[in-house]
């Protein structure tokens, strides 16, 4: 029988924005770190790798071990979807990790939205809504898995951050071209931004160009302005909780289920936005979806898989 007091795990959590990973021995955790993003459409596949063997390594040097110590290695990585590119960043990651004398445990490379299901649900079905830089829905029932959204923000990710941010930029430039609503955020850019200048418009530009900014930076103040009642903010918001809600509508019609439970998780949900506020009145509007809070969060859905993957190798 597997005894679970007896094994060192390693989950990690490569999110949009930011990348978390634990060492757990049993069901303690032992360490953990915060690094930067390590997702691929950031900062392609290459240099994913190269940060996600970092954080492994790093999480082994706090707790004072070697590698070798360590049983499974769960990762769970933004951007990374089909077979091929799970596949693809685990042999990479270990290559990664051979060149610099290292031999890597079991180690399993999925997406960041699936180990946020596990952790989310555990082993019930059900619909997990996930808001932070991106935005995506993930829906379980029996064996089968539905995804909605998720696409990037340069095709979709409506609802997100960075989704947003980029709809904020967008209300800026067009109230300073006299197309629309004048808001505070365009001062608030200006404010935060020193070389945007507002006698020279072109300068947003710039400095996006410049990496002076991303689209998720803006979205706290977005939701700031909104809440202080500065129209074209909160009209932002409330169509991003509409696009938020549409998520789940489109995966339970899919799965042609009556109801559901529905969990909601990602940063801007746990920070306990207005938007978080107007999506739960959204979703209590429909009969078919029951909300729920999460059982656990994306790093305990690693530590879980891991588990399982090491019942598997023992079976």
């Not at 940060?51 to 790093?58: A, D, H, Q």
């Not at 829906?139 to 089968?144: A, I, L, V």
């Not at 979806?289 to 023992?314: C, R, S, V, W």
Request: proline content about 2%.
């Amino acid at each position: 029988m597997l005894d679970k007091n007896e094994l060192t795990i390693i989950g990690i959590d490569g999110g949009g924005t930011h990348t978390r990973g634990v060492i757990y021995r049993g069901n303690n955790e032992i360490t953990s770190m915060k690094s930067g993003t390590t997702r691929i459409g950031a900062v392609g596949v290459g240099e994913s790798c190269e940060r996600t063997l970092n954080v492994i390594l790093e999480l082994c040097k706090k707790a004072e071990i070697e590698v070798s110590e360590v049983d499974a290695i769960v990762v769970g990585l933004a951007g990374v979807w089909l077979e091929e590119e799970k596949k693809r960043s685990q042999t990479l990651i270990r290559t990664l990790g051979r060149g610099q004398g290292v031999t890597l445990p079991d180690l399993l490379v999925t997406s960041d939205a699936e180990i946020a299901l596990q952790g989310a649900l555990g082993e019930e079905d059900g619909i997990i809504i996930i808001v932070g830089t991106g935005s995506i829905a993930l829906g379980r029932f029996g064996k089968e898995l539905i995804r909605c959204g998720g696409w990037g923000i340069e095709l979709d990710d409506e609802g997100s951050g960075a989704w947003i941010g980029r709809e904020g930029l967008t209300s800026v430039v067009r109230a300073l071209d006299g197309r629309g609503k004048v808001t505070i955020l365009t001062n608030k850019i200006i404010e935060l931004f020193p070389t945007v200048r507002i006698d020279e418009p072109r300068t947003i530009v710039k400095a996006y160009a410049e990496r002076a900014f991303e689209y998720q930076m803006l979205s706290p103040f977005i939701m700031q302005a909104a809440e202080s009642g500065d129209e074209v903010c909160m009209d932002i918001i409330k169509r991003a909780a509409h696009h938020l809600v549409e998520l789940p509508k489109a995966i339970i019609k899919k799965a042609n289920k009556s109801k559901t439970n529905v969990a909601l998780l990602g940063g801007i949900i746990e920070a306990d936005t207005l938007l978080k506020k107007l999506i739960e009145k959204e979703l209590a509007k429909d009969e078919r979806f029951n909300l729920i809070n999460p059982k656990g969060n994306p790093i305990n859905g690693a530590i879980i898989l891991a588990y399982k993957m090491i019942e598997q190798d023992i079976d």
